[in-house]
């Protein structure tokens, strides 16, 4: 991968040895620019660095420069390479310059010079004629005496690349007139040194590569965050115009878009989808609730990696709007359902009231025939009269206990501090001779001062003990146990009787109005008493409940509100 890969500018003497080590260490894709040998005498500025090197400097990438420095030995500074006055933005070009280090290294190719030794690679070697006689401008005549003062040998620095060489480095050593040394070097540190510069390239383009990601996981936990924070809004949005307010808001955050809109769903309402435009379904349980439209976004190249979140956004707006409706649709059932209870209350009061009159006539013109006409009765119509009579009585127990009902359930509630001890003296006043009469015994705890209707609260206590002194076996004597806990900011007030008990597939029933365990021979009653109970407690803010038992008795309970101190 050419990514992963240095640049190389080399001197043309050593094109041989690049191409092996490239080959060897699997950078043939590398970009190599070569140039003239003799750098140094290149004339013009024109010509350098030459016309294909400056795309490869213009670039990013680590470039390895390789320059041969096959000056003239003894050349001024003002001669150097002109590789050293390149420039590679932002890169730092790695240069070699003395002809031995690519193949020996720094410190021998030093030892090598300063014992005197001038050192030939093959590449010069190739073209040694070239450089002495033509650009250096010696001849037989000249070359020994120059050479004889800048070295005292030449050594052959064989890369085993091309050759043989014998012959002309025997050649080049007597027109030189010095003694050759011919030495195998191999590539090994040439290799080293592209090496290297092809490590520092990848790990460069990985650093990139992880900074690149970085940014973008940064982007993206960024872009995550508002999609949190809108998932965690959702809980406390109100209604489901909030919702879908808020899921357009968060949608213009994200894809900063000319438009963004919830179409309600509509199966013809498929608009197409452009690049800068998208549409995500808002859905619950395969229902279509929606369609986000978002048209115009800043960013199109980004849709691909906006759709899933888009997609993240609507399902978390499609269960919060499927939460909505259902609690809406709830409200409203709920709504409706107290209507109605108000609906039947304020029937059941008309009923009764009105029909208090008539029974009361019936009852009347029951007894007025009966103590005018009694002894001219046939018997059987004295039998008739008597069912007529008990029947109108009967009647008008439960006219009277539906109008208490709804009186319990629709009189006005008075809200002042009341004792609940007082409530229970007066409702054991009431039942007084009943209580009496069984030999009952009352065990009372103190009870607490709360606030509620004194009147209410006094028949709630005479019903719930007016049953424990009713439902008990003749053969026993009742004892009822009142008393009071504090829970939290409930007080739970307990009155427990050792009667007949309550099965536990009872427990409810006998909260609703009518409902009886027993018939009126057994034990009397219209089945009104609890349901009173319970309407009350409930306007108090309370529960009321039983804890069923077996024969030994039942628990009746009912919380009311601590008041606040
Ligand atoms: P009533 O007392 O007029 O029958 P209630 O509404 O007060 O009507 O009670 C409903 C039914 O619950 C009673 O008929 C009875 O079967 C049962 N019940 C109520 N209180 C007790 C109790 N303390 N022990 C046993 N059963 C009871």
């Known amino acids: 991968m050419s990514e992963f890969q240095p640049g190389f500018l080399c001197c043309s003497l050593l094109a041989r040895e690049l191409e092996v080590v490239s080959r060897r260490l699997g950078l043939e894709g590398s970009q190599r620019v070569f140039f003239e040998s003799n750098c140094h005498l290149a004339s013009s500025q024109d010509s350098w660095p030459p016309p294909r090197a400056q795309a490869l400097l213009e670039g990013d990438k680590p470039v390895l420069a390789l320059c041969m420095n096959c000056k003239r030995p003894s050349a001024s500074a003002q ?6 006055g390149l420039e590679h933005p932002g890169l730092q070009v790695i240069e070699v310059q003395t002809q031995g280090e690519l193949f020996l290294g720094q410190d021998a190719t030093e030892r090598a010079l300063a014992e005197g030794a001038f050192i030939v690679l093959p590449g010069w070697l190739a073209c040694w004629r070239s450089i002495i006689i033509d650009s250096w401008g010696f001849d037989a005549a000249t070359a020994p005496i120059f050479f004889g003062e800048a070295a005292t040998r030449l050594v052959f620095l064989d890369t085993g690349v091309e050759g043989p060489w014998e012959r002309e480095l025997s050649a080049l050593a007597a027109f030189v007139g010095l003694p050759c040394e011919h030495r195998f070097v191999g590539l090994s540190h040439l290799e080293a040194l592209v ?18 990601a970085a940014a973008q996981a940064r982007a993206l936990a960024a872009e995550y965050a508002t999609v949190v924070d809108f998932i965690t809004s959702l809980g406390s949005l109100p209604s489901e115009a909030a919702i879908i307010a808020s899921l357009e808001g968060t949608a213009q955050i994200l894809f900063a878009a000319q438009q963004v809109c919830f179409l309600p769903h509509d199966p013809e309402n498929e608009a197409a989808q452009g690049p800068a435009s998208f549409e995500v379904a808002v859905t619950f349980a395969g229902e279509r609730l929606g369609m986000l439209a978002v048209h115009g976004i800043a960013l199109p190249e980004h849709r691909a990696r906006y759709l899933p979140m888009a997609a993240a956004t609507c399902d978390a707006a ?3 709007l499927n939460a909505t409706r259902l609690v809406e649709r709830e409200r409203s059932l709920a709504r409706q359902l107290e209507q109605k ?6 029937f059941a009061y008309v009923a009764s009231h009105d029909l208090q009159a008539p029974l009361r006539r019936l009852v009347s013109f029951a007894e007025l025939l009966e103590s005018t006409l009694g002894e001219q009765l046939p018997p059987r119509a004295v039998t008739y009269l008597d069912h007529i009579q008990r029947n109108a009585v009967l009647m008008r127990t439960l006219v009277q206990d539906l109008l208490r009902l709804s009186r319990a359930s629709n009189s006005p509630l008075r809200a002042e501090p009341v004792q609940l001890d007082l409530c229970l003296d007066r409702a054991l006043m009431a039942l007084g001779s009943s209580t009496e009469e069984r030999g009952a015994v009352v065990e009372r705890r103190p ?8 009147g209410l609260l006094s028949q709630l206590f005479q019903n719930l003990l007016g049953n424990a002194l009713k439902f008990v076996p003749a053969d026993r004597s009742p004892v009822v146990v ?15 009787d050792n009667g007949i008990g309550i099965e536990p597939q009872h427990a409810e029933t006998i909260f609703a109005p009518f409902q009886r365990l027993h018939r009126s021979h057994e034990y009397d009653g219209s089945g009104i ?4 109970c319970r309407r009350v407690v409930e306007r108090h803010g309370g529960e009321i409940w039983v804890q069923p038992g077996d024969a030994q008795g039942s628990i009746f309970r009912f919380s009311l509100p601590v008041v606040a101190t």
């Open 195 to 212: 090496r290297c510069a092809s490590a520092a390239c990848s790990q460069r383009s990985e650093r990139r590569t992880i900074q690149a």
């Open 447 to 454: 009870l607490p001062g709360i606030v509620g209707d004194p």
């Open 318 to 320: 499609g269960i919060a």
């Open 341 to 346: 209870v108000v609906e039947l209350d304020q």
């Open 482 to 496: 009142v008393s009071a806990d504090r829970e939290d900011q409930r007080w739970v007030i307990c009155v427990q």
């Open 79 to 84: 001669a150097a390479s002109p590789i050293s």
């Open 529 to 532: 008493g609890l349901s009173i």
